[in-house]
């Protein structure tokens, strides 16, 4: 079992930056990989990036390549999400997610996600 949960969201205007915190408890924390997801209202949840057990390795939505960083700190059981140059489009609900599998190295699909936190909510005004 993986419990998540997601801190860090808010409101910020256009261009502005925020950081999103996942503390992760309960498997290793350095056993699986970690994806972030977002959900827009009336839209589905989509992928916005993933990072390996290891941290070694990053992959993005193109929506978000060049503006998102996602790192990962094994000691403090943490993934995070840095957002920079963020638009109004970006308002969602953000979640963080639990790969314990890893059968697909970049998994971008809800479905090869085991775990999942709450959310935290973005806004973005312009």
């Known amino acids: 079992q993986v419990q998540l949960a997601e801190s860090g969201g808010g409101l910020v205007q256009a261009g502005g930056s925020l950081r999103l915190s996942c503390a992760a408890s309960?498997?290793?924390?350095?056993?699986?990989?970690m994806g972030w997801f977002r959900q827009a209202p009336g839209k589905e949840r989509e992928f916005v990036g993933r990072?390996?057990?290891?941290?070694?390795?990053?992959y993005y939505a193109d929506s978000v390549k060049g503006r998102f960083t996602i790192s990962r700190d094994n000691a403090k059981n943490t993934v995070y999400l840095q957002m920079n140059s963020l638009k109004p489009e970006d308002t969602a609900l953000y979640y963080c997610?639990?790969?314990?599998?890893?059968?697909?190295?970049?998994?971008?699909?809800?479905?090869?996600?085991?775990?999942w936190g709450q959310g935290t909510q973005v806004t973005v005004s312009s």
């Open positions: 990072i390996t057990r290891s941290g070694s390795n990053t």
């Open positions: 309960g498997r290793t924390f350095s056993s699986y990989a």
């Open positions: 997610a639990a790969d314990v599998d890893g059968a697909v190295i970049n998994a971008r699909r809800r479905e090869e996600y085991n775990y």
